[in-house]
Every structure is written in structure tokens, then in C-alpha cells.
């Protein structure tokens, strides 16, 4: 670059110093009739004199090459990511662009100015689309992330993230590199085209690095560095322009001031010489017009690939994108054509090492000086916008709004939960949410998109800070991902694993529905009734079944406060007063009065039929040695309730597929909403916080859901839903999702449910950028300080992210840990026990009512013991 006559140029010191050298010089030879003795000692004198004039001349030089030096260590590159949306006005990248230029007033710009243009630069990623970056020295990031805020839809991510590629996909070592330079193809004063926003001028560079990708070892890049002009360096930049436009209008026979608007004297002139002299005066009018911004402008291209044919092919692709920019000016490239057979340019082997430390370092250094103005590059001055047709860009999604200033997320910190990270220009930084404004966070979206890693790293984080908590996982792989990280003995002696899935032990804690003393009848009913009718699909309409459950387990629950706790009935006496006369004979007596009634008067006039739904289930719950294990002993090891009072960490894998699995995840999840209700009696102060995470939560989705949902976030529960698509909720339990949820995150959906989501939202997000989201980008609202955020995009994030690399090589301690506490008891021991049960049930009734202790004559207090739902 050249940077004649201003007063913030060193040359004019160089010069005056040489000067001084020459006066001495001369001053010396006028003194050659002198003896050799006496020219010696002046020639003495004067080495101080040359000495100073040497230091004075290289100061400004060394300077500046030591500053260029530090400006171009220090530049940073950061990528811009739109949004789908993305659609600036030309007004906005003029502003843009002002920001831009004004940033070059400031002192001492000079000693530096190589090392200090803004780089525009258009790469392929790894997935062949376009990437659209920028990079300045550091000192001015916090400008551009100003001159940036002009822009809505924008995200700032890490150039390094955004071009890495995969490692594991070996990449040619041999391969071929091409370079070209573009330069003005005529002075500076004439003008480039001005292109439209729409359609995008960063199309045809779309287009050309479509399908170019990075790990096939591909590497392409347009770097167009511009230079801001400002002040003084402005002024004098339009004055040399001027001068230029002048001597151009003298050689058309006419002064540029007659060109420009002056006086016009008299004749005729032809058609084409006065469109000819408008079309002058209008570029002029473009380039001298004061108030618009200036730079000096050098255009790179670089191109690697396994071929040169390949890299060629693609290189000329790129030139050929500039096409769009012509004018009365163009871009060409710099070189000299050698009559077909060969090209002269910035390829040429003594050529390639100063054109490499350019592109590398952002060296502003071009061949030809160039000037432009904002306008003439506006296209380049904003990422690709909606209007570029090409599919293979880089976005981001939906048109957001900046992510809310969320603290950093540390592991030592129980305070926060981590919720995924944002992105910045200095890369992705993982951010927290308070626990104390975290009660239930609902995540949607479809699977393999990272709901369950976000959902996996919460639960984790909070479990090992010490609290209890609950993973209900249909498949059981979010706990195999788990577990590494609760290998600490105080960790690993509070868990809890029920493993009924395809390869789960039939050693598992006992968890008696009906024998646990302290515990709520009526809740315990009420979360028996509602997993049947999810696992089974009744609605309102199913009132009969629905009554009949509930009378049955209503009269099991009566049967486990008078018998002893060792004979408690369980799940599996349910058939059992279903179908055996004399068994349901011995029980009735205990019941109260109008419970009674049903057995004796109404129950009798039901078809066989009515049962068979109740019992299959509960038959086929008979047919896994491993549900039994679980359900067939009356006293308990394990109970929700207790879970949540001693803070323990239960891993939960009822399966997936049919009714039954579906009955167990209703009798986990129901079973804790009951229990964290149940807690009311209790000060708030000692209500231990309980997590818990709902997996596939529309398998176990009832009538009641909504209701606790709405009531038991005060009694300590804390609760994450996860689902792929919320209109497979029932409409009341959305609504009680959406209504009193803290935290909402949703990655890729159906229309249908991107169009619900985005009116959640506020109707700000586009429904059609929400089906778009990539693998583990999200789009969240979280609560920060007591407010609903707007909404943001997220990045996900798996455990080893936000904990590090758990240990799996002591999963042994872990499994010893869980087999040491006592709680798990083998099949074969509740087959035993089931099969003496029943007999032993009748034979205590019987023998109890023979004392005359049935209790459940006349009713009184015991009728107000149970709850009975519904009507026969």
C-alpha cells in the first residue's frame, strides 16, 4: 500500500533526515581545499551528525514495522451466523459500514494501518456450505461487536468451531494450492456497481463453494480486506481521486466542474457523448459525494485441493462471482495473459510466499491501490441474507434475540444448573440457570437432538450437588451415561437402580404399593388409579373402568391397615378380588359402608368382561420375573416418599413398548407428584429438594398430571418433562406445562408443533426456522431474576461437557455400593411370597372378623379414611 503526502506518513522524516545527511555532504566537498589532516577531523565531526540523521530516518520505520508486527499477533476472527430470517436494510449496512470507517480516527493510526483492515471472509465449512467470517485486530473487537448491534438475527460464533473438521476423516497430505488477486480494473474514480440487498450478492459465492466441502480436503476462502479511511486520509483519498476525474475529463474535452454541475458552454454536442459525460458525472457523483464512507480495498482468493483440475475449477468459480460487481469499473484478476498458454499472477512461484503471509496474517499490502465505498461493497459488509436462494449456507435458525446475561456455569457451583452454552466471538461459553428459579423446565423436540444429553448433564450436576432425584428413562440409555459420574461413596450410597428393561436383572428393590405405613391412602389410590388409565388409555368417557379400579384398590389399601405389614397385599391381589368370590367375601366386611354397597349390590350386575382390562394388565406385570421382584413382596425396601425425603437418586428403566411398561412409569411418576404433595404437613424448611426427569412423559400422561403439576412445585418437587412433539400431551397438561413452566427449550419440531411452540414463545420466532434447527441448537426462554427471558438460541451440551469424563472403571463400587444397601431382593423370593399370599390374606381377615374386628360396620370414621372416586 502507499500512503504519499499526509502528515501521519513517515516518509516525509526519512526525507528530511537524508537531507540533512546531503547538506553535511555538501558542506564538506565546499571545504575540499582544506588538508587531509583538516578533512579528516571534519569528516570525524560530522559521523554524529550522520548518526542522528540515521536514527531519525529508521525511528519511524522501525516503528512501524514493530507495530504491524504486534496489530497482526493480535487479530481475531469471529463468524457471523444468521438467521433464516436475516434480512438487513441497505440503511442498516450503511450504518454498519460508518461504524466501521469512524474507527480508523484515533492517533498514531499510521504506525500500524497494514495490520488494521477489516478481513471479510467467505469459506467453506466442513459440510460445504458458506461460512461468512470476520476478523480485526483485537483492540477493535469491542467496535465491531458495537458496529454489530445494528444487525438483528445475527450469532456470533468461534471461527475454529465453525471450519473445524472432522478428525476422524483422513484428508489427502498431498494437495494443490491456487491463489489469484482481484484488483480495480480502472482508477479508482470510476465506479463499481451498486447492488441491491435482493437478491443477495453473496449468491454466486454460495453457489460456487455449494457442495465444496472441508473433509473431503477441500479448503476454499475469499478474503476482501478493507481499510476504513477517515479525517484527514479521507479528505486527501477524494482530493487525489479529484485529481484524477480531472485529468479523466480533461482528456474528454471538458472540465470536471462542468461535468460535476458547473457552467456549460455553448455548442452541440451528440447523443452518446452526453450519456456518455451522465454516466461519468453519476459514478463521480458516487465516489466525491461527502458523507460516504471510503475504503481501500485488496481482494484475495485461495484455493487447496486433492486436484488441481479441482482447485482451478473452483477458483474460477470465485472469480466469476465478482461478476455482479461490474460497472464502469470491475474486478479483475491481477497478472498478464501470455497469449493463451499461460497466466502471469499472484500463482507464479516467487509471487506465492508474499500473497500466503497476507492471506495468513491479514497484511494489507495490495498490488494496485483501490478505493471504494460503502455502497459499492455493501454486499459484502453483512452475512448472506433470506433472500440467497442457495440451501448449502451457514445458519442459525430462527431470527433471535441476543442470549440474557446467564452466569457462567461452574461445577463447584450448586446454585446453578447448567442449561447448555452461547455463543460469542470468543467461542461457546457454558451458562447456568438458578436452581432456586428452576422448578419445571420442559424440552421438546425430535430424538437424537440432544434433549436427553441436555437433560442427562442437569440432572447429574444436581444429584452429585446433593440432591435427590429421579431419571425415568423408558430406555435405559440416559442411565448408562449416567452412572460414571455417582461412583463417589456418598453419591453412589444413596442410589437407587430399577432396571426392568431387556437385559435388567430380576433382583430389584421391593416397593409395595399398599403396604407402606405412613402413607397416604387416598394419594396412593389416587396414583394407582391415574397409571392404569394412562397405561391403558382411559378418558373421561371410561368412567366405569375407571371406578372399578379405583373401588378395588381403594378396598386393598383398607385390607393393608388391618392386616399385619408382612401379609400386605400388593399389586398382584388385584385379580385376586377381581375374580375370587370368596376372597372378595372376606375383605368386604372391612370396608366402609357405602364401599360395601358396591361390592355387594353393584358389582355383582357387571358383565365378566368389565374386569378383564384391570386384570390383563396386572397379569401381564406377573409375567416378568423382574416386575415381580419389584411389585410381589408386601414390605417394602424402597418408597417414593422416602426417596424424597433422604435424598436419594433413583435410576429408573420401566421399559418401553406395550401397557405394561407404560403402567410402571405411570406408578414412578405418579406415585412422586402424590408424594411431593403428600409433603405438605411438613415445615418448608425441611422439604429436601427433589429432581426429577420425565423421559417420553406423554407414555404416562393422565387426566390428574395437570393438576399436580399445577400444585406440587411448592413442596419441594422439582421437575424436567422431556417429549418430541407437545401436541401428543393432552391439551390440559400443555397447558399446565406452558403455564408454569421456568424454562423452555425446543430443537427441531413438526410445523404443527413448531407453530405451537413459537406462540408460546411470544409469536416471535418464525414457526418455519424452528422445523430447521440443526442437531443440539435449541431455542430457549429461560426465567433470570424473576423474568422470562427473550427467547435465545442455545447450544447443547452432553454431560462430559459440564463435568468432564466421568469413571466408568468404578462402576464396580458403584454396583457394590447399590448392592450393600439392602434394598434388592431376587424373583424368586417374591414368586415364594405371591404364592402364599392370597391364602394368607383371606385366612387373617376371616380370622378377625370371627373376633368381631372387622371395623367397617356403620361407617364413621372409617369412611372418611378412603376416598372413593366415582359412580357404579
Known amino acids: 500500500m502507499s500512503s504519499r503526502g499526509g502528515k501521519d506518513d513517515p516518509r516525509p522524516i526519512v526525507l528530511l533526515a537524508l537531507a540533512i545527511v546531503a547538506v553535511a555532504l555538501w558542506h564538506l566537498a565546499s571545504r575540499a581545499h582544506l588538508d587531509p589532516?583538516?578533512?579528516?577531523?571534519?569528516?570525524?565531526?560530522l559521523i554524529p551528525v550522520a548518526l542522528g540523521a540515521t536514527a531519525i530516518a529508521s525511528a519511524p520505520a522501525t516503528q512501524r514495522i514493530l507495530a504491524t508486527r504486534h496489530t497482526l499477533a493480535s487479530r481475531r476472527t469471529v463468524a457471523i451466523v444468521p438467521a433464516d430470517g436475516f434480512a438487513p436494510r441497505p440503511e442498516t449496512v450503511a450504518a454498519f459500514a460508518a461504524a466501521l470507517a469512524a474507527g480508523s480516527r484515533r492517533r498514531g493510526a499510521w504506525a500500524d494501518r497494514p495490520a488494521s483492515a477489516m478481513r471479510v471472509r467467505l469459506a467453506n465449512d466442513a459440510r460445504g456450505r458458506l461460512a461468512y467470517l470476520l476478523e480485526v485486530p483485537e483492540?477493535?473487537?469491542?467496535?465491531?461487536?458495537?458496529?454489530?448491534?445494528?444487525?438483528?438475527?445475527?450469532?456470533?460464533?468461534?471461527?475454529?468451531?465453525?471450519?473445524?473438521?472432522?478428525?476422524?476423516?483422513?484428508?489427502?497430505?498431498?494437495r494443490t494450492t491456487v491463489r489469484a488477486e482481484m484488483v480495480l480494473a480502472r482508477p479508482s474514480h470510476e465506479p463499481l456497481a451498486r447492488p441491491a440487498l435482493d437478491p443477495d450478492p453473496l449468491t454466486p459465492f454460495a453457489a460456487a463453494l455449494a457442495g465444496v466441502r472441508r473433509e473431503h480436503g477441500v479448503e476454499a476462502e475469499v478474503c476482501v480486506d478493507l481499510l476504513p479511511a477517515a479525517g484527514m486520509r479521507e479528505a486527501r483519498l477524494r482530493r487525489r481521486m479529484r485529481r484524477r476525474a480531472r485529468r479523466r475529463g480533461g482528456e474528454r474535452g471538458r472540465p470536471v466542474g462542468e461535468v460535476l454541475g458547473g457552467a456549460r458552454e455553448g455548442g452541440r454536442a451528440n447523443d452518446l457523448d452526453l450519456f456518455d459525460r451522465?454516466?461519468?458525472?453519476?459514478?463521480?457523483?458516487?465516489?466525491?459525494?461527502?458523507?460516504?464512507?471510503?475504503?481501500?480495498?485488496?481482494?484475495?482468493?485461495?484455493?487447496?485441493?486433492?486436484?488441481?483440475?479441482?482447485?482451478?475449477?473452483?477458483?474460477?468459480?470465485?472469480?466469476?462471482?465478482?461478476?455482479?460487481?461490474?460497472?464502469?469499473?470491475?474486478?479483475?484478476?491481477?497478472?498478464?495473459?501470455?497469449?493463451?498458454?499461460?497466466?502471469?499472477?499472484?500463482?507464479?512461484?516467487?509471487?506465492?510466499?508474499?500473497?500466503?503471509?497476507?492471506?495468513?496474517?491479514?497484511?494489507?499490502?495490495?498490488?494496485?491501490?483501490?478505493?471504494?465505498?460503502?455502497?459499492?461493497?455493501?454486499?459484502?459488509?453483512?452475512?448472506?441474507?433470506?433472500?440467497?436462494?442457495?440451501?448449502e449456507l451457514l445458519r442459525s435458525g430462527?431470527?433471535?434475540?441476543?442470549?440474557?446475561?446467564?452466569?457462567?456455569?461452574?461445577?463447584?457451583?450448586?446454585?446453578?444448573?447448567?442449561?447448555?452454552?452461547?455463543?460469542?466471538?470468543?467461542?461457546?461459553?457454558l451458562v447456568g440457570v438458578r436452581a432456586e428459579e428452576s422448578f419445571f423446565t420442559y424440552v421438546a423436540g425430535r430424538s437424537r437432538y440432544g434433549k436427553t444429553e441436555a437433560a442427562i448433564a442437569m440432572f447429574t450436576h444436581l444429584v452429585r450437588s446433593g440432591h435427590g432425584g429421579l431419571f425415568l428413562d423408558p430406555h435405559g440409555d440416559a442411565l448408562d451415561r449416567i452412572r460414571p459420574y455417582l461412583t463417589e461413596p456418598e453419591v453412589a450410597s444413596r442410589v437407587v437402580e430399577i432396571d426392568l428393561g431387556p437385559g435388567g436383572s430380576d433382583a430389584q428393590p421391593t416397593w409395595s404399593l399398599f403396604g407402606m405405613r405412613g402413607v397416604d391412602p387416598e394419594a396412593r389410590v389416587d396414583a394407582i388409579v391415574a397409571a392404569f388409565a394412562a397405561a391403558v388409555g382411559w378418558g373421561e368417557k371410561s368412567t366405569r373402568?375407571?371406578?372399578?379400579?379405583?373401588?378395588?384398590?381403594?378396598?386393598?389399601?383398607?385390607?393393608?391397615?388391618?392386616?399385619?405389614?408382612?401379609?400386605?397385599?400388593?399389586?398382584?391381589?388385584?385379580?385376586?378380588?377381581?375374580?375370587?368370590?370368596?376372597?372378595?367375601?372376606?375383605?368386604?366386611?372391612?370396608?366402609?359402608?357405602?364401599?360395601?354397597?358396591?361390592?355387594?349390590?353393584?358389582?355383582?350386575?357387571?358383565?365378566?368382561?368389565?374386569?378383564?382390562?384391570?386384570?390383563?394388565?396386572?397379569?401381564?406385570?406377573?409375567?416378568?420375573?423382574?416386575?415381580?421382584?419389584?411389585?410381589?413382596?408386601?414390605?417394602?425396601?424402597?418408597?417414593?416418599?422416602?426417596?424424597?425425603?433422604?435424598?436419594?437418586?433413583?435410576?429408573?428403566?420401566?421399559?418401553?413398548?406395550?401397557?405394561?411398561?407404560?403402567?410402571?412409569?405411570?406408578?414412578?411418576?405418579?406415585?412422586?407428584?402424590?408424594?411431593?404433595?403428600?409433603?405438605?404437613?411438613?415445615?418448608?424448611?425441611?422439604?429436601?429438594?427433589?429432581?426429577?426427569?420425565?423421559?417420553?412423559?406423554?407414555?404416562?400422561?393422565?387426566?390428574?398430571?395437570?393438576a399436580l403439576l399445577e400444585q406440587s412445585a411448592k413442596f419441594g418437587l422439582r421437575a424436567i418433562f422431556l417429549n418430541q412433539d407437545p401436541e401428543r400431551l393432552r391439551p390440559a397438561t400443555l397447558r399446565a406445562l406452558t403455564t408454569n413452566r421456568s424454562h423452555l427449550l425446543a430443537t427441531a419440531l413438526n410445523s404443527r408443533s413448531a407453530a405451537l411452540v413459537s406462540r408460546e414463545l411470544g409469536g416471535g420466532v418464525d414457526p418455519?426456522?424452528?422445523?430447521?434447527?440443526?442437531?443440539?441448537?435449541?431455542?430457549?426462554?429461560?426465567?433470570?431474576?424473576?423474568?422470562?427471558?427473550?427467547?435465545?438460541?442455545?447450544?447443547?451440551?452432553?454431560?462430559?461437557?459440564?463435568?468432564?469424563?466421568?469413571?466408568?472403571?468404578?462402576?464396580?463400587?458403584?454396583?457394590?455400593?447399590?448392592?450393600?444397601?439392602?434394598?434388592?431382593?431376587?424373583?424368586?423370593?417374591?414368586?415364594?411370597?405371591?404364592?402364599?399370599?392370597?391364602?394368607?390374606?383371606?385366612?387373617?381377615?376371616?380370622?378377625l372378623a370371627a373376633e368381631g374386628r372387622s371395623g367397617g360396620h356403620g361407617g364413621g370414621e372409617d369412611d372418611e379414611q378412603i376416598r372413593f372416586g366415582g359412580s357404579g
Open 37 to 45: 589532516g583538516a578533512l579528516r577531523i571534519r569528516l570525524v565531526s
Open 139 to 174: 483492540r477493535d473487537v469491542s467496535r465491531l461487536r458495537s458496529a454489530l448491534h445494528a444487525y438483528r438475527g445475527i450469532e456470533l460464533r468461534d471461527a475454529s468451531e465453525v471450519l473445524a473438521t472432522d478428525e476422524s476423516k483422513a484428508v489427502a497430505e498431498d
Open 278 to 391: 451522465r454516466m461519468f458525472a453519476k459514478g463521480l457523483e458516487s465516489k466525491l459525494r461527502e458523507g460516504a464512507s471510503l475504503f481501500e480495498v485488496q481482494v484475495l482468493l485461495r484455493v487447496t485441493a486433492p486436484e488441481k483440475a479441482m482447485a482451478l475449477a473452483v477458483l474460477r468459480d470465485l472469480e466469476a462471482a465478482f461478476a455482479p460487481t461490474a460497472d464502469r469499473n470491475h474486478l479483475r484478476v491481477r497478472g498478464l495473459p501470455i497469449l493463451g498458454t499461460g497466466f502471469l499472477g499472484s500463482d507464479l512461484p516467487w509471487r506465492r510466499r508474499r500473497f500466503d503471509r497476507r492471506i495468513e496474517t491479514g497484511l494489507f499490502r495490495p498490488a494496485r491501490r483501490g478505493i471504494v465505498t460503502a455502497a459499492e461493497v455493501a454486499g459484502f459488509l453483512k452475512p448472506p441474507t433470506s433472500s440467497c436462494p442457495v440451501a
Open 398 to 429: 430462527a431470527v433471535l434475540s441476543a442470549p440474557p446475561a446467564l452466569p457462567r456455569f461452574d461445577p463447584r457451583r450448586a446454585d446453578l444448573i447448567p442449561i447448555g452454552r452461547v455463543q460469542t466471538e470468543a467461542g461457546g461459553r
Open 545 to 706: 373402568a375407571i371406578n372399578l379400579t379405583t373401588q378395588a384398590a381403594a378396598a386393598l389399601a383398607r385390607v393393608a391397615e388391618v392386616v399385619d405389614e408382612e401379609i400386605a397385599p400388593t399389586i398382584f391381589q388385584l385379580p385376586t378380588l377381581l375374580t375370587d368370590e370368596d376372597w372378595r367375601a372376606a375383605v368386604v366386611p372391612f370396608l366402609p359402608a357405602h364401599a360395601r354397597a358396591f361390592w355387594t349390590d353393584r358389582f355383582p350386575l357387571l358383565s365378566p368382561e368389565a374386569v378383564t382390562p384391570v386384570t390383563n394388565l396386572v397379569d401381564r406385570l406377573r409375567t416378568s420375573r423382574a416386575t415381580t421382584a419389584l411389585f410381589g413382596r408386601s414390605e417394602g425396601s424402597f418408597s417414593v416418599r422416602e426417596a424424597m425425603d433422604r435424598g436419594l437418586v433413583v435410576l429408573a428403566c420401566p421399559g418401553s413398548g406395550g401397557p405394561r411398561e407404560k403402567l410402571v412409569a405411570g406408578l414412578l411418576a405418579f406415585d412422586l407428584l402424590h408424594a411431593a404433595r403428600s409433603r405438605a404437613a411438613l415445615d418448608p424448611g425441611s422439604r429436601r429438594r427433589f429432581v426429577a426427569v420425565f423421559d417420553e412423559v406423554q407414555s404416562y400422561d393422565g387426566e390428574s398430571l395437570a
Open 768 to 847: 418455519a426456522a424452528l422445523t430447521r434447527l440443526e442437531r443440539f441448537r435449541f431455542v430457549a426462554q429461560v426465567t433470570e431474576r424473576g423474568e422470562l427471558s427473550e427467547p435465545f438460541a442455545l447450544g447443547g451440551v452432553r454431560v462430559e461437557d459440564v463435568l468432564g469424563e466421568g469413571s466408568p472403571e468404578k462402576l464396580g463400587d458403584l454396583r457394590a455400593a447399590v448392592e450393600a444397601s439392602g434394598r434388592r431382593r431376587k424373583a424368586v423370593e417374591a414368586l415364594a411370597h405371591q404364592e402364599t399370599l392370597d391364602a394368607r390374606i383371606r385366612a387373617t381377615l376371616e380370622g
